[in-house]
């Protein structure tokens, strides 16, 4: 099916539908589950350099080996689902992985504890570059940027709750407790996501897996100026973002400001901004085209991440306020212009995008851990300044595409 055919096709589902409504709630809990998932750690780091006597830059390994990894099996996870199918695929990867954290809860040592982690980013594979995939091939065209949009804004979401979830619950009970039942409630979500997502219509199955064949389709994507492009971004977005966060919770921790547990879990409210500002990115960018939009983000992160260098919380709160909009603006805009550019190998192109995706967290995310250990709060806006910098650089040049 070209691209023609599918802005007409009336196998895709229209926006207004209930078919679309119950994608869009299925999506949501798909979201909120695997986001929550795994970055449901990132307000413990504090917590686990006093309960297993290690460094922040250990620390930030609970989240780090869990990216890591995660980027890795998207990268099988994308050619697994043209054998296997999508939708069984992501219900397999959100149960498992919160039964994953469920285990991280409970075991005894640091080291048991990462090992958990790196599960659960190996069988979270399944989900975003699947899901990337699924919303190219099922949604109507003309809906597709709002509706991508709107699948940031539950990821969103899920990542607010479970670091807001994990401060709070933290502070009342435990960080043990905290993730256990973050565990039960993502089980909860991942029936709930099977039991509405629609049956594939446009599906097309590929018997076997074909090695030279994803090989093959692999190495056309990175052949493709204008796929690179996105991959770069998508590897700069969560370089700033996830190093940005990452500190800010001891930064806050520390003297002047003494937060508690909660009152730093609380700085990840910022994540509505985020919520609002991908899904009205995704509509935007339908109408007035992505590079804007993308050189938009950008700009408000570099912004964002100049606020935070005074010690003054106001500037703080701005600041980490502007870089969770300009990242969600940013990533709402690369991640739905992934598929248009793919042809029918979708989940190939999406898996290359998350594999940069979530190596810019894991990669830049630990390396922030020296910056900061070297260069305190400094070094680590000298660091996202630069990429920030990189990313602006990458979207001024850019060639227009409204595809």
Same mark, same amino acid.
């Given at each position: 099916?070209?691209?023609?055919?599918?802005?007409?096709?009336?196998?895709?589902?229209?926006?207004?539908?209930?078919?679309?409504?119950?994608?869009?709630?299925?999506?949501?809990?798909?979201?909120?589950?695997?986001?929550?998932?795994?970055?449901?750690?990132?307000?413990?780091?504090?917590?686990?350099?006093?309960?297993?006597?290690?460094?922040?830059?250990?620390?930030?390994?609970?989240?780090?080996?869990?990216?890591?990894?995660?980027?890795?099996?998207?990268?099988?996870?994308?050619?697994?689902?043209?054998?296997?199918?999508?939708?069984?695929?992501?219900?397999?990867?959100?149960?498992?992985?919160?039964?994953?954290?469920?285990?991280?809860?409970?075991?005894?040592?640091?080291?048991?504890?990462?090992?958990?982690?790196?599960?659960?980013?190996?069988?979270? @594979?399944? $989900?975003?570059?699947?899901?990337?995939?699924? =919303? /190219?091939?099922?949604?109507? %065209?003309?809906? +597709?940027?709002? #509706?991508?949009?709107?699948?940031?804004?539950?990821?969103?979401?899920?990542?607010?709750?479970?670091?807001?979830?994990?401060?709070?619950?933290?502070?009342?009970?435990?960080?043990?407790?905290?993730?256990?039942?973050?565990?039960?409630?993502?089980?909860?979500?991942?029936?709930?996501?099977?039991?509405?997502?629609?049956?594939?219509?446009?599906?097309?199955?590929?018997?076997?897996?074909?090695?030279?064949?994803?090989?093959?389709?692999?190495?056309?994507?990175?052949?493709?100026?204008?796929?690179?492009?996105?991959?770069?971004?998508?590897?700069?977005?969560?370089?700033?973002?996830?190093?940005?966060?990452?500190?800010?919770?001891?930064?806050?921790?520390?003297?002047?400001?003494?937060?508690?547990?909660?009152?730093?879990?609380?700085?990840?409210?910022?994540?509505?901004? @985020?919520? $609002?500002?991908?899904?009205?990115?995704?509509? =935007? /960018?339908?109408?007035?085209? %992505?590079?804007? +939009?993308?050189? #938009?983000?950008?700009?408000?992160?570099?912004?964002?991440?100049?606020?935070?260098?005074?010690?003054?919380?106001?500037?703080?709160?701005?600041?980490?306020?502007?870089?969770?909009?300009?990242?969600?603006?940013?990533?709402?805009?690369?991640?739905?212009?992934?598929?248009?550019?793919?042809?029918?190998?979708?989940?190939?192109?999406?898996?290359?995008?998350?594999?940069?995706?979530?190596?810019?967290?894991?990669?830049?995310?630990?390396?922030?851990?020296?910056?900061?250990?070297?260069?305190?709060?400094?070094?680590?806006?000298?660091?996202?300044?630069?990429?920030?910098?990189?990313?602006?650089?990458?979207?001024?040049?850019?060639?227009?595409?409204?595809?």
């Amino acid at each position: 099916m070209d691209e023609q055919q599918s802005i007409i096709s009336p196998t895709t589902i229209a926006r207004g539908t209930p078919e679309y409504r119950r994608a869009g709630l299925a999506f949501f809990l798909l979201g909120f589950a695997s986001f929550s998932l795994i970055y449901c750690v990132q307000p413990l780091l504090p917590a686990f350099t006093h309960a297993f006597s290690v460094t922040p830059a250990q620390s930030s390994l609970a989240l780090s080996l869990t990216t890591g990894l995660l980027a890795l099996s998207i990268l099988l996870a994308g050619a697994f689902s043209q054998a296997v199918g999508r939708r069984g695929l992501m219900f397999s990867s959100m149960a498992l992985a919160s039964i994953c954290n469920f285990i991280a809860a409970v075991v005894p040592d640091w080291h048991m504890l990462l090992i958990a982690r790196a599960a659960e980013g190996v069988v979270l @594979g399944g $989900v975003p570059a699947v899901a990337m995939a699924w =919303l /190219a091939e099922e949604i109507d %065209k003309r809906h +597709l940027g709002k #509706t991508m949009g709107l699948y940031v804004g539950g990821t969103a979401f899920g990542a607010m709750m479970g670091r807001v979830g994990m401060g709070l619950l933290t502070e009342f009970t435990s960080w043990r407790m905290a993730m256990a039942v973050l565990g039960v409630l993502c089980l909860i979500a991942a029936v709930g996501f099977i039991l509405l997502l629609p049956e594939s219509k446009n599906f097309q199955r590929k018997p076997g897996l074909n090695l030279h064949f994803h090989l093959k389709t692999w190495s056309q994507h990175l052949k493709n100026p204008a796929l690179l492009r996105l991959y770069a971004t998508g590897f700069f977005l969560t370089s700033i973002f996830v190093t940005l966060f990452n500190y800010a919770t001891f930064r806050l921790s520390a003297e002047p400001f003494s937060f508690s547990q909660t009152q730093v879990s609380l700085i990840f409210c910022a994540f509505a901004f @985020g919520i $609002v500002s991908s899904s009205v990115a995704g509509g =935007l /960018a339908d109408r007035f085209g %992505k590079k804007p +939009l993308l050189i #938009t983000g950008f700009i408000l992160m570099l912004a964002g991440v100049l606020c935070t260098i005074p010690a003054s919380l106001a500037s703080i709160i701005i600041g980490i306020i502007l870089v969770t909009t300009g990242f969600f603006v940013a990533h709402s805009v690369a991640s739905g212009s992934v598929g248009p550019l793919a042809g029918s190998t979708r989940g190939h192109a999406s898996s290359l995008y998350l594999l940069f995706y979530y190596m810019g967290s894991s990669i830049t995310g630990s390396v922030g851990g020296w910056f900061w250990l070297h260069g305190g709060w400094n070094a680590i806006v000298g660091l996202t300044v630069a990429i920030s910098a990189a990313g602006l650089f990458l979207a001024l040049f850019a060639k227009q595409n409204n595809n």
